[in-house]
Each structure stands twice: as structure tokens, then as C-alpha cells.
């Protein structure tokens, strides 16, 4: 069943278009990802989806519905963790929060404690948000959405700036609001290891439009290389990185030319790679096959203009 429904989307500020007639759906209880550079219209997007901009065209269902007609059926959280009330404590902002949606008595207590307590947040209930930790704050932006019992939670850049702990930590709560709550939920986001661990399926924009959209499973298919890293003996001279450039073949030069990296579709190539090295006197240390990787897959698709 389709949660959410994005039919030929389109907004322009003044002679940018932003958004360009883009549509795709994201099942009930599935996390989907949209990816695209800088300004290739993530964040209208999901402003557009949250009814915090009017889109010039295009519909917007939730469950089948208008979205106009759904704003108690999304709820957004967007960089920074703006939407919380920095001089609130965390169970202060969920009270409010649910509050606007008409929510409230004993049953709503018990609720933000059982939240509280899901997020590790408990002993921090009474700490004002402004004195929180940045993934702290992010977590009681995400506590807030499920406070407010929405079918869509969209999320802007939920990882941005989180330190290795907080980052795995918002991603096991993703992935349990989805499982076990059966929330549906659209990620903004230009982190490719959370798209590749936590997300179904994927929506990639470039300059406004889908240039992708499929299952992460399938878009790996599409690109389906092996990635080989070489680690060289020593450090490459310019002239030897110039002489790289002119074989046939793509090399990625890495950690200043002490590494390369190259994409092959069939294992014999490798021989091939060792020879042509070894004719421009490039020695090699170690080989090894790195694991497939989004971020390849990403750039393939949004590498170039797109019309
Ligand atoms: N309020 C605005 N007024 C004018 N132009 C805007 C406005 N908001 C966004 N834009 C432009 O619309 C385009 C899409 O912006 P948007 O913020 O949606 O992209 P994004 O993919 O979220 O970018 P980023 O990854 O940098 O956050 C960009 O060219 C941007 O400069």
C-alpha cells in the first residue's frame, strides 16, 4: 500500500526551478531515502510533502489523501533539529508538540515516558534541549514525531554532524520506528552509508529532477562493478599520474597517488591493470577487492548535466 504518493511535483523560486515535475511513492512502513548534490531539490521536497511550501503543480497524497487534508498524518524534522524549543526540556517539547495535535492527559504521560525511555533519554528529561548533545537533540526531534502518532515522518538530514556513536544510535531507532512501529519514513540526506544500511528504496534528484528512483538492491544491479583498490609501493609522481590518465581505464588516485582504485566488470581485467602498471614502472604492494560501495553508485548517476 502506497503511504505516500508524490505525483508531478513541481516549484520554482522566481527563475530557479527547484523541484521539476518529479513523481514516486513510498510503501507503508518503509524507509526510502531521496539523495542529490547541493541544491538538486531535496529540501523543497520535503517542504513541499510537510505543506510548508505551496508547490506551483502536482499532487501530494497521504494514504490516498491530499496532504492539505493530512497535516496530522506528517510530521518533519529538518536540519538542525530547528523545529524543537531550545529553552524546553525534552518531555517539555513532546508535551507541546502533542499538545498542538490535541493530545494530552495521563495516557500522554505515560506515553512520553515509554519515549523517553525508548531513546535513552530518561535521566535527560528535565536538561533543557539547548544543553543537550547534538545527537541528544536529534533524538528527541525524532521522539517528537512519533509523539505526534503521524503515518509519515520526514526527515532532513537527520545525521548530519553526529558523532560515530549517535549516528549508529539514529539509525537503530530508524530502523525500529519502521519495523516495529510501521511508520513511514522519507529521508533527505547526503549520507550514502545511511541510505545503504537503512533505506529500501532511493530517490535520486539532480537539478530538480528523478534521475533515479528504485530499490537500493536493484540500483546496485544497474552498477553491478567490482571495485579493486591498489596499494602501490610508493607515492606517484605527477608525471606518472599523467601517464595513468592516458590508459583506457578510470583510476580513482587516493591518499595523495600511495593508492588507486578502479571499477572492472570481468576479473580478467585485473591482469590487464598489472601489466599496463608495469609498463609505466608503477610497482604494486597489495590488492584487494573492496566492498560495493552506494557512493559509486551515486556518482554514476548524478555525474553530468541532466536534462
Ligand atoms: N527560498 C528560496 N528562494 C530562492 N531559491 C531557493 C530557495 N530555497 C531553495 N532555493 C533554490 O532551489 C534549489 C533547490 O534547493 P533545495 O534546498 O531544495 O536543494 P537541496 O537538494 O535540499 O540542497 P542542499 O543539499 O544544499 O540542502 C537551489 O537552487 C536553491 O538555491
Redesign the pocket.
Known sequence: MEALQVINLT?H??N????DGISFNVKKGKICG?L????????????CISNL?IPDSGKIRVLGEDNKKSLNNIAAVF?GTRNLYWRLTPRENLRYFAGIRGLGGRELEKEINILLDRFNLTDKKDVVVNNLSRGMQQKVAIAMTLICDTEIILL??PTLGLDVQSHLDIKNILIDVSYELDKTILI?T?DMKLVQDICEDVVI?SN?KIVAKDSIEKLFDMFKTMTYEIVLTECLSEEKKSSLMKLNRAFYIINNGSKLETDILNEKDIYRIVDDLKNLDIFIKEIKQKEQNFERVFLSLTAGEVD
Do not use: C, F, M, Q
Open positions: 516549484k523560486y522566481e530557479v526551478r527547484a523541484v531521496i542529490g548534490p547541493n541544491g538538486s531539490g531535496k529540501t523543497t521536497t520535503i517542504k511550501i536540519e532532513d538530514e533527505s547526503h534528484l530538480g
